[in-house]
């Protein structure tokens, strides 16, 4: 064998030596590799099966916060409101302890907007009253936001001041009827019922509870009547009347 060909036969002998290195080299390399890539595998695994457990666990609490807004909602929803505007105010000229008040009394939207034709008239007094009858549902009834007895109910019967009988007052929605407000084709004759008898299920417990009723009373909040003043009158879903100033 010539001195090239040796050298050539050296040469390849070499060069394999040195790639039959470096592949036992790689492979056990990647052999590490492959275990810890199995390891990061296993983690990655349990990681996602603890996912999917909280994402069912946020899932639920969503569901709970939904329920929470929508009572929270009903809770805070004014279902009838009403403005009362002063006039006017003046002394009786033949006797000065007896005080008039003109008022105007203007049933309002949710948004503020005036609903029908407004009720104007005088008052004796200094003080003006708002008498309803209102019907208050079971709590649950509430906090389920149920169609009809999801909020408390409100009949504005009459507006009138300190110093005359009620009888004598400014009459706002007739006795034993609907609200106009509340009537509806799909209203239940539930609710019809429960204004037509309104004191018999006042004076009957059972037939209240029966009915879902929690308390069936009348109210008369009342305010100072300044001239040039008005103010607000609102019923809210979970309870009863109020009545607050308001920015002329």
Known sequence: MGLL??????????????????YERFEGILGDKSAELREVRAELEGTSAEL????????VRERELDETRVALQYLKVDQRRARIRVLEQWHDPNDAERIITRLRFQELDPGGHPIGPPVEGEIE???????SLVIKFADDYVERGDAWRGTSLCLFRRVFGDR?????????????LDPEVY???ASPDLTRELWQNFWDYAHDP???AAAGVRAIHGEAPFMEARPG????VELRASGG???RSEQP
């Open 241 to 243: 009347l109020s009545i």
């Open 52 to 59: 999917q457990t909280v994402s069912a666990e946020l899932a």
């Open 206 to 208: 059972d037939a209240a």
């Open 5 to 22: 060909k040796l050298l050539r036969v050296l040469l390849l002998l070499a060069i394999g030596g040195l790639a039959y290195l470096g």
């Open 164 to 176: 005359q009988p009620p009888e004598d007052g400014m009459v706002v929605d007739p006795v034993g």
């Open 229 to 232: 003043s008005q103010y607000i």
């Open 125 to 131: 007094g200094r003080f003006v009253y708002v008498e």
């Open 183 to 185: 009537r509806d084709d």
